[in-house]
């Protein structure tokens, strides 16, 4: 059988071999808080590389020290970042494999010992910070973070950017009925709520030529939130800005637990593939070439995005090639341990 998971797939002028991506998880590790990359962070991503990921995504990196979740994030606010990102790179790359960066900010989720900023002065649960509503000169100042961001990110060498627009993090909270409770332009109906994340794409284009991609929770689990014709409408919107993919996870707006099981979010990645007509990432239990494969083979979603599975193992991609009965070629130093 010819796999579908491991065929090559275009992004703009970048190159994927292959479906599998590596999801964006936070690794809390910086552990002089300064937003640097630390020894870990180097054979961390580059031994996933190693396993044959078509694309290894790093953790959520902040745009702005108050951005970060915790004061282990990744940071990305200074030039001083750039050369240990830079390392980063050169590590995923040596393997054949393509990078991205997630841009974020975490804005009233942020658990920092200073001041944390949001759309509405509304905190994320009772015994958390009540941020500072942002004023419109704290957003233009934001806007620019995520430009500056941008431009390090091209001096660092990564191939592709994701925004993080998901989870209850800043650009959600913008997104959010539940959480943007502002009457200025940036609030309101559906439209004033996408302004922050319009500007947001607008400004990084200015510095970054390349492919960028958009994580959004495509369920706020919430009557009162935003609903999938919400989300296809911010779908068409970012398409006609030139998004090239939505990564489709759900949840973090409200504290709120869905049930999870395999596949649970796929859903939002396939109705809003099929409906909007963009590419769409797959995330959330995905944990077996096979079940990867009929993602992809079925056109569901475009990309696979591995999370768990790939902490647990960082060569998944060379356990679901035999699953699938795909002759995957891996480094010519494990060889012997590789067929």
């Known amino acids: 059988m010819e796999s579908s998971l491991f065929s090559p797939i275009t992004f703009g002028k970048v190159t994927l071999k292959n479906r599998i991506a590596m999801s964006p998880m936070c690794m809390y590790s910086s552990h002089t808080e300064d937003g640097k990359v630390a020894p870990f962070h180097l054979a961390h991503y580059e031994s996933r590389a190693a396993g044959q990921a078509g694309l290894i995504m790093i953790e959520a990196t902040s745009v702005l020290p108050e951005g970060r979740i915790s004061p282990q994030d990744l940071g990305i606010w200074s030039d001083e970042h750039i050369e240990g990102l830079q390392e980063i790179n050169e590590g995923i790359h040596r393997h054949g494999a393509r990078s991205a960066i997630q841009l974020g900010h975490a804005g009233r989720k942020a658990i920092l010992d200073q001041d ?67 009457s200025d332009e940036y609030g309101g109906d559906r439209s004033g709520r996408f302004r922050f994340l319009e500007e947001v794409i607008e400004e990084v284009k200015t510095a970054w030529d390349g492919p960028i991609f958009v994580r959004i929770s495509a369920n706020e689990h919430d009557e009162n939130g935003n609903q999938m014709e919400d989300f296809l409408y911010y779908a068409e919107r970012m398409k006609a800005l030139g998004i090239h993919l939505i ?45 990867a494969e009929e993602v992809i083979r079925n056109k ?22 035999d699953e699938l009965g795909v002759e995957l070629e891996g480094p010519v130093q494990y060889k012997r341990g590789w067929m």
Not at 117 to 132: L, N, Q
Not at 254 to 281: D, H, K
Not at 300 to 321: G, H, Q
């Open 247 to 291: 990564d489709c996870s759900s949840g973090g707006v409200v504290p709120v637990r869905p049930e999870v099981y395999p596949g649970y979010q796929l859903q939002y990645a396939e109705q809003i593939r099929n409906q909007a007509s963009i590419a769409t990432g797959a995330v959330g239990m995905i944990t077996s070439g096979l079940q």
């Open 116 to 182: 944390i900023f949001a759309p509405s002065p509304i905190p994320f649960k009772e015994d958390m910070k009540t941020p500072t509503e942002m004023t419109n000169q704290d957003i233009k100042r934001t806007i620019e973070a995520f430009k500056e961001a941008a431009r390090r990110s091209k001096e660092a060498h990564f191939d592709i950017i994701e925004l993080h627009g998901a989870h209850g993090y800043l650009i959600s909270q913008f997104l959010s009925p539940l959480t943007n409770k502002r």
């Open 300 to 321: 569901r979603a475009d990309l696979v995005f591995v999370a768990r599975a790939m902490l647990r193992n960082p060569y998944w991609p060379k356990a679901a090639a």
